[in-house]
């Protein structure tokens, strides 16, 4: 039977057909494809994303490419079991593969979900506030972020083939960014079966993805100060990327990160009757064999009190005797392979390491009792040292990439956060407590070490994530030895593929680039009320003045019967009289409820709801006899992505301005509605709907 070759995807064709270098399965040892032998032609492959990617991405804007992103990961849902096929050659279980495809198509929709909540129509993000510059108003300055005009190179590891090339694609591509992906070589087959699935989808702008088998070749010499370099893996890789001469010369940004030798702490207050203990054995052991071990945030280091070291061992040791070892496809497998012989040959080297100077509790090798025929895979049984003088253990240097893991006893607290921060910077690291004051102690002077800390306790068992699952939402890197990067955290992850720029000029000049209305900036007021236009027939700036109002007692007698708020400042004279207000006011709330009145058009029209009230400030107080007014602007508008069973809408912001009768601010705040578009058959106005 032949050996599939695996192809480069550049310029938007399957590059290679020459069979190159074996790859083996981690279950049996068998070639089960090669890499292409053809050189590829990296200046065509950055030519490409630049004249053809590029342009192509930004004919759509962030809710357009968010749209994008949830159809993809949708389709990638559908054919998951292509996936998971191929999966099982890396040595993974179900559940190990489950992370790998479903988390990567989750962090899919994920940013759709970013994209399509927090980032505007266009492609321009203004980063507000914006800063007044000058006394009248006339010049004023703000941030816009914009995408960068370049390309992002993406060189990922062995260990998630799916996920580590998508957690990186969503955030870049909503940025409008096109992407080289470069995978591990020893997994690549699996990655290159996704963005087969990708390509074929149809989804994909033309230059927006590409994809490199094999060697990078000059590829990074090719990049210029626009461009991007993230990169998953070792330490020691990272350093010489880091470094290399033309990335220095032309300040291309580079993100790592890389493997770290993550702790779990277990608190001192913690015994072996706690629901606690058993939480911290449970975590480490998963840790251990998830994925074998082969994860950039597995815990390599369990730092417990000196007077539980040896229950914990026990109790640890007795877990990992009962993990299953063999091929993932056998009913009772629980732990799979190393993803390579390769691997397999470098965790060994490194457990002799560890040894020195460490008690070995188990493992250490092939386990024992695998079937017949898989000698020629790469396993390697769970494998627990004891540190007992724990900072002399080589487990804070030296990091076995595979089931391998130290434990390392500590007298005080502050003995164990320091023993933490030994490991000179991590990727996460866990606290397992039952008491808040440990909490409280223990993160604030550890959080400097280490890019995220995981608090473990009864409460938050139940739902927790897990030590070693880095989400969409949170940053996922780590200072020092972790690489010094970040990565995802929500909107933060597409931000570092856009160019944040600083901008001067009128508030009319800000609001044109922005698009947004900015205080102070023209406005158009017409006769018929902004309320009464189709989400397509807004501009920005439109605006409405209203009619004023005069608050009475009544009013905030009526407003407290209604609210049920009798607060002393709305209601009792003589302590109203002694505060810094000197009077009694109207309720924060009735001003709002007021401003509303005066600016609502009550008749059906284009405005369905308002969901939202964002930026509330009350300026001044307004009190008995005090002459209110509105103006309502409209501020920004962000097209939805169509519904099934909904009309075509999208939502404004409305900038609104409460002011007293000496022209003060009163009260300030954004309301958001969302407003229908115009119906395709009509063509007439809605002021009569």
Known sequence: MTTPTLQSLIADRWVGHTAGTALHSAIDGHAV????????????????????GLPNLLKLDFQARAARLKALAAYLMEHKEKLYAISALTGATRADSWIDIEGGSGTLFAYAGVGAGELPSGNVVHEGPVVPLGKKGTFAGTHILVPRGGVAVHINAFNFPVWGLLEKFAPCFLAGMPCIGKPATATSYLTEACVRLMHESGLLPPGALQLVIGGTGDLLDRLEGQDVVTFTGSADTAARLRAHPNLIARSVPFNAEADSLNAAILAPEVTPDDEEFDLFVKEVAREMTVKAGQ?????????????????????LSARLAKVVVGDPAVEGVRMGALASRAQQADVAERVAA????????CGGGVPQGLAAGLSGGAFFAPTLFIARDAAGSAAHDVEAFGPVGTLMAYDDLDEAIALAARG???????????????AARVVPAAAAWHGRIHILDRESAGESTGHGSPLPMLKHGGPGRAGGGEELGGIRAVTHYLQRTAIQGSPTMLAAVTGEYVRGARVQEEALHPFRKWFDELNIGDSLLTHRRTVSEADIVAFGGISGDYFYMHFDEVAAKDSPFGKRIAHG????????GLFVSP??????????????????????????????????????????????????????QVTNQNEELVASYDILTIVLKRPADDAGAPAAL
């Open 589 to 596: 709330y009735f001003v709002l409820s007021a401003a509303a």
């Open 603 to 656: 008749a059906q029209g284009p405005v369905l709801a308002n969901y939202g009230l964002d930026t509330l400030r009350f300026d001044k107080p307004v009190g008995i006899g005090d002459t209110i007014r509105a103006r309502l602007t409209c501020k920004r508008k962000t097209e939805k992505a169509p519904r099934k069973g909904q009309p075509p809408q999208g939502v404004v912001a409305w900038d609104v």
């Open 33 to 52: 494809f090669h890499t292409h032998a053809e050189s590829l032609d990296f200046a065509e492959a950055v030519s490409h994303a630049r004249r053809v």
């Open 354 to 361: 560890l040894a020195q100077g460490a008690e070995r509790v």
């Open 424 to 438: 000179k910077g991590s990727l996460v690291s866990s606290l397992v407590t039952r008491d808040p004051a440990v």
């Open 295 to 315: 994860k950039c945030t597995a815990i390599r280091r369990a730092i417990v009190p000196r007077a539980q070291l040896d229950a914990v061992a026990q109790a």
